[in-house]
């Protein structure tokens, strides 16, 4: 019920479609915008949450252009670094052996924004792609201490609000899903180290201006 009850209220709030007023920028000008993001991730892997922890700091920044007044291109770079404690050898207890990870991504997609019945605030859909920096650090004798992967490859689903004020400032009000399986396809002393899962959501703020 819940849901429904957002659903129904994000609907109500959409302008139709044959009704939907041109956002207004300064100008007129279909600008470009820069925001600084800031979230906690949620990994959706229950071995990764058992390890690090059940949601850490993310921070990005946006770049974005409106190509008309409702599509928007974007691009955006994150990174966010948490220690936890390695499982053990048996896969099922963490150990005292401790883990740092360490997450840079870049991805590129569009937006599709929908004006709302509020004045200067609108509610956006998106979806891209990612290539991401990964590096695990173990302080463990049984697996090897540094495990790098280049350009691993992910999606991205973005959702949010904003809300912009006529200084040119807005605020972004956001939840992201981001797709991540990074595999590393190594062997060290019989204990195999081949992927990790790092999919989780992002739920965050961010504050931008248009420029």
Request: net charge positive; aromatic share 16%.
């Amino acid at each position: 019920m819940k849901t429904l009850f957002i659903i129904f209220l994000i609907t109500s709030l959409v302008r139709p479609i044959n009704s939907i007023a041109e956002i207004s920028f300064v100008n007129n000008e279909l600008p470009w915008s820069l925001k600084l993001r800031t979230a906690y991730f949620l990994p959706a892997d229950k071995k990764v949450r058992k390890i690090y922890s059940d949601a850490w700091p993310d921070y990005q920044f946006e770049l974005s252009k409106l190509i008309n007044n409702r599509f928007a291109v974007w691009s955006h770079i994150g990174w966010n670094s948490i220690t936890g404690s390695a499982l053990s050898c048996e896969g099922e207890e963490v150990s005292r052996n401790k883990t740092t990870l360490f997450m840079v991504p870049f991805s590129l997609g569009i937006n599709y924004n929908f004006p709302l019945q509020i004045d200067n605030a609108s509610f956006y859909l998106g979806a891209g792609g990612s290539s991401t920096f990964v590096r695990i650090t173990d302080h463990s004798e049984f697996v090897k201490k540094h495990r790098t992967k280049n350009g691993a490859f992910g999606g991205v689903l973005k959702s949010g609000f904003q809300y912009w004020f006529k200084n040119n400032i807005f605020i972004d009000v956001f939840a992201d899903y981001s797709f991540l399986s990074v595999h590393f396809h190594e062997r060290n002393n019989n204990v195999e180290n081949s992927n990790a899962c790092l999919s989780g959501l992002n739920l965050g703020i961010g504050l931008g201006s248009y420029f």
